[in-house]
């Protein structure tokens, strides 16, 4: 593990008085003229989270407090501002490059000056206030959402049906927003875009151990398919045509993330569980998600919206309420999603916006992209199904180590994930009269 004595130093001694001197952390109401603020005390500790996380979160405790009185008033009380800051991993420079930080909090610093404000929907996602870029590390500062009530949901895998109906319903809702933008204010909308950069798939990948699991996690899924209750159900030749299809899963994942008109529009790019945050206002059921908040938009992207839809779908859902709820997690993200771009339009209905935006257009959508976030589940559910320690500074497995290990972990329970998801790719091609894309 990275010793974080250092950042939190940093971070506790230098980047909050930098912030307060030049005026990025302040009271609420502002100072009076001839008033001084000044930083009373800061506390900086290591965020604890039950998932993955590919940067290290600090949460930090900043006290101001003002100097002297204006015009003989005495000096009101101090304020104390809740902040989260993360900040890259200690790896060398290969390796920083490989996960191509330095493009990840570019991303994210256009969304949260640029789209999220024309958006004009600041109060969804959390305070934007700083971020820093260097040759080795990079940081980036905003609010911390968890006292105004949001929290992360329990559990890292297969949300149930309450966490899953908000998730969709504020993706339609994101999306419905960006599709707004574009149709309403296409030059605004054209300028945000030209800035994204590819922060996944822009390059070759270089990681070979890396590629060699992301290779063999779907052969395990195809495998544990044809052990499956489903083995009966789909047919031996789109088995092997799957299988040629993510020979290269790179190479296929690639192609999905390139923009394809009409329908393409502003992405997460990382709809997880891991990067949504949940309130809980329900009095007589405390426990039952009551709204949802994205964030982290990090890996943000002009492409097909199925890529953040079938991400979540694959990745943060399981097939127990798949299974008998798939088209109605559909529908209620469609609906949002035209409900929230025809309210910005300004048309009557739904049923007014050009055809591109039909639920027969959007699903064949989800057919041709839903092994987009397969792909990622494949290699992605086992490190949540069954947390292994990440090195950013060496390979803690061989390369032939990480294949025998990606062929089992996470067990049982995983392959019945796996297998369910080829299964759900199988009817949505069928249904369309695709081959596996």
Request: charged share 25%; aromatic share 12%.
């Amino acid at each position: 593990m990275n010793d974080t004595t250092h950042k939190e130093a940093y971070v506790r001694d230098v980047l909050i008085p930098g912030m307060v001197a030049r005026g990025q952390l302040a009271f609420t109401e502002p100072v009076p003229a001839g008033v001084k603020t000044l930083l009373k005390s800061v506390e900086v500790k290591p965020l604890v989270t039950n998932g993955f996380m590919l940067t290290i979160p600090f949460v930090v405790t900043v006290v101001l407090e003002r100097e002297g009185s204006a015009q003989g008033k005495e000096a009101p009380e101090p304020e104390t501002l809740h902040l989260i800051v993360k900040i890259t991993p200690d790896c060398n420079k290969e390796m920083y490059e490989s996960c191509q930080f330095e493009t990840l909090f570019e991303n994210e610093m256009v969304a949260y000056t640029e789209i999220i404000p024309a958006l004009g929907k600041a109060e969804l996602y959390p305070r934007y206030y700083h971020c820093e870029r260097k040759p080795a590390e990079a940081l980036m500062v905003m609010s911390d959402f968890s006292f105004s009530g949001w929290k992360m949901a329990p559990m890292v895998v297969n949300l149930p049906m309450d966490y899953i109906m908000l998730a969709v319903t504020e993706l339609g809702r994101f999306h419905g927003e960006c599709y707004g933008l574009k149709v309403a204010h296409r030059p605004q909308f054209d300028s945000m875009i030209a800035k994204f950069k590819e922060s996944r798939y822009a390059a070759d990948i270089t990681d070979h151990t890396w590629k060699a699991v992301m290779t063999v996690a779907p052969m395990r899924a195809i495998k544990a398919l044809k052990e499956s209750r489903f083995k009966g159900l789909v047919p031996a030749d789109y088995l092997e045509k799957l299988a040629r299809l993510f020979q290269d899963p790179w190479e296929h994942a690639k192609g999905k993330v390139k923009p394809r008109e009409p329908l393409a529009v502003i992405c997460h790019g990382d709809y997880l569980r891991n990067n949504m945050a949940f309130r809980y206002t329900d009095t007589k059921n405390p426990a039952r998600p009551t709204q949802v908040m994205m964030f982290d938009f990090q890996t943000l992207r002009y492409a097909s919206p199925m890529i953040d839809y079938a991400a979540f779908l694959a990745n943060s859902t399981g097939y127990a309420e798949r299974e008998h709820h798939f088209d109605t997690i559909f529908r209620t993200y469609h609906c949002a999603l035209v409900q929230t771009v025809a309210t910005v339009v300004g048309v009557p209905e739904p049923a007014d916006l050009p055809p591109y935006f039909s639920y027969e257009s959007f699903h064949r959508e989800l057919a041709e992209y839903y092994s987009y976030g397969f792909n990622i589940a494949s290699a992605f559910l086992m490190i949540l199904h069954e947390p292994m320690e990440i090195s950013f500074t060496e390979n803690i497995f061989t390369e032939e180590e990480s294949v025998a290990d990606a062929w089992k972990r996470g067990g049982e329970p995983l392959d019945r994930e796996l297998a369910a998801m080829v299964y759900e790719m199988y009817r949505l091609h069928s249904q369309y009269g695709l081959d596996p894309v």
